[in-house]
């Protein structure tokens, strides 16, 4: 059993890698943190930096957790390649971030967040960015 986290480079991508580690910690199984991005990784917003993954690795390691990072730049949706990681790991959760949305921007939840909820197998924890 695996703990999947799907990340972004952004306060809701970090909210989510921290209750992740939280989780693997708790229930003593390894995290997988997927970053995926659609296409032009430099210009997609869900590409995280070399730099941000590095960061990434060193906060894992020294939580002392067992970890893997995949980048993901395929064509593919990104709430796919949560979902496949997910099930190729036999994921015994998902976490994913919310952002915080205005009154207007409350009526949609984010696709890719949506997707996963609605079609992962297993039990998906979204969490909301933090404040800051």
Do not use: W
């Not at 992740?20 to 943190?33: D, K, N, S, Y």
């Not at 070399?50 to 730049?73: H, I, K, P, S, Y």
């Amino acid at each position: 059993m695996t703990i999947v986290v799907g990340y972004v480079a952004r306060p809701e991508g970090r909210t989510a890698l921290r209750r992740a580690v939280a989780e693997a910690t708790l229930r003593r199984q390894p995290l997988l943190v997927v970053n995926a991005a659609r296409g032009d990784a430099y210009a997609d917003s869900g590409f995280a930096p070399d730099e941000d993954l590095d960061a990434v690795r060193t906060e894992l390691a020294a939580a002392g957790v067992e970890f893997e990072v995949r980048r993901l730049v395929r064509g593919n949706d990104p709430a796919d390649e949560v979902i496949d990681a997910a099930n190729e790991s036999g994921a015994s959760l998902i976490v994913i971030g919310l952002r915080r949305r205005t009154p207007v921007g409350k009526l949609f939840l984010g696709s890719t967040s949506q997707q996963i909820l609605l079609e992962a197998d297993c039990p998906v924890l979204a969490v909301k960015a933090d404040h800051h």
